[in-house]
């Protein structure tokens, strides 16, 4: 009588991979992520939802499982050669969400420009991508391009030529009509930034103004001058990150919310942003090491409304980050170091080209630092 033997490579299976009590969905042991694992148009399909909470996963799984069922249609219709502007759409939207290379924050980038592109263009979703000409895609971008800024402009045209890409690649069209669209020129913005002695004053409206946040609001904008944050890293910072030892600040990389490059930074404290973290320490003892330094996340109105009393030209959270690069910089700070500060990857590239002239008064006090003879030597001699 033979003895049933288990075999090592049917057992592993079982100790990698969990059924749950819900069809097409699976966990992984090791991480307690869970999977969609599905059959669509005779093709197994298996992808992590990103999640180990079941709830989320069951919501995941049905909007996975629609779109891919979606994708398969879509295919089959490409394939008899019709497509149209909708279905390409269908495609790209699948590809976009399912890929690993976008951020959360890229994938949402997108989303806004195609809902500007079908709202900008009524009834494209429902056109046959092999009637639609190069002098249509140029008639509505003549349209668009009068509506929103260049560098919108621009990346709305990327997106469109590339749900374009979709048909090309099925052999629906053969060539990409949107390609003879002509981008925007970029202007550099000019930086107009505020003096010393105006955003004090700038700091002392937003403190004082009628609203519960106003103290936040000017903490908020201190915060973000001081440190040279964008907005969405500044919302991630905890006392956690507050190294008052090394005099620094670690702003770290977030899928969703944190830095523009997923990376881990440190940034000094400047003297006044010392002073601003132990003056809010001091008044909220109490709060635990993973509580977000900033209680709020923009204070945009108010600082528009602060603005307008002061006489000071509108500033955004954006320009303070300017703000902070440019006091650095007039301070001595060399570039590559305030680009460094800033997260940029490019050794200080952009930061030459953004912060290369600062403003007019700096620009001539500077010349006069600049010697070739020296005058004592010149008035001795004469």
């Avoid at 069809?23 to 969609?36: D, E, W």
Wanted: charge should be positive.
């Amino acid at each position: 009588m033979k003895t049933a033997v288990a075999r090592p490579s049917k057992a592993k299976p079982d100790k990698v991979w969990q059924p749950t009590q819900y069809s097409n969905l699976i966990r992984f042991v090791s991480s307690g992520t869970f999977f969609a694992r599905l059959r669509v148009g005779g093709n197994l399909i298996r992808k992590s939802l990103r999640t180990d909470v079941l709830s989320v996963a069951k919501l995941r799984l049905a909007d996975l499982e629609k779109n891919e069922r979606g994708f398969v249609e879509t295919r089959k219709t490409a394939s008899k050669g019709r497509m149209t502007f909708g279905d390409c759409l269908a495609i790209f939207k699948t590809q976009t969400e399912s890929t690993h290379l976008l951020k959360p924050a890229g994938k949402r980038y997108h989303a806004e420009v195609i809902n500007s592109i079908l709202k900008s263009w009524p009834d494209l979703a429902a056109l046959d991508v092999r009637r639609i000409s190069a002098n249509d895609c140029n008639t509505w971008a003549a349209k668009f391009s009068s509506q929103y800024s260049g560098s919108r402009f621009n990346g709305t045209i990327g997106v469109l030529r590339a749900i374009f890409n979709v048909a090309l690649a099925n052999d629906t069209i053969f060539r990409n009509p949107a390609m003879g669209i002509k981008r925007a020129k970029i202007r550099p913005k000019i930086l107009t930034l505020p003096e010393p002695n105006q955003f004090e004053k700038f700091l002392v409206e937003l403190e004082n103004g009628a609203s519960r946040d106003s103290k936040n609001c000017a903490n908020l904008v201190r915060f973000l001058a001081f440190g040279g944050f964008r907005i969405s890293e500044s919302a991630n910072v905890t006392w956690t990150d507050c190294d008052f030892t090394k005099q620094e600040i670690i702003v770290r990389g977030d899928p969703e919310t944190g830095t523009k490059n997923w990376s881990i930074r440190r940034v000094p404290m400047i003297a006044d942003m010392t002073e601003l973290l132990q003056q809010l320490r001091a008044k909220r003892p109490d709060e635990k090491p993973d509580n977000a330094v900033m209680p709020i996340r923009e204070c945009q109105k108010a600082m528009d409304r602060a603005a307008k009393i002061v006489g000071m030209k509108r500033i955004t959270h954006h320009d303070l980050r300017h703000l902070f690069a440019t006091r650095c910089i007039e301070s001595g700070v060399d570039i590559p170091t305030v680009s460094r500060w800033l997260g940029h990857k490019d050794g200080g590239a952009l930061a030459m080209k953004v912060y290369g002239h600062l403003r007019d008064n700096h620009s001539s006090a500077m010349t006069q630092k600049v010697r070739f003879i020296n005058s004592k030597e010149v008035v001795a001699k004469q």
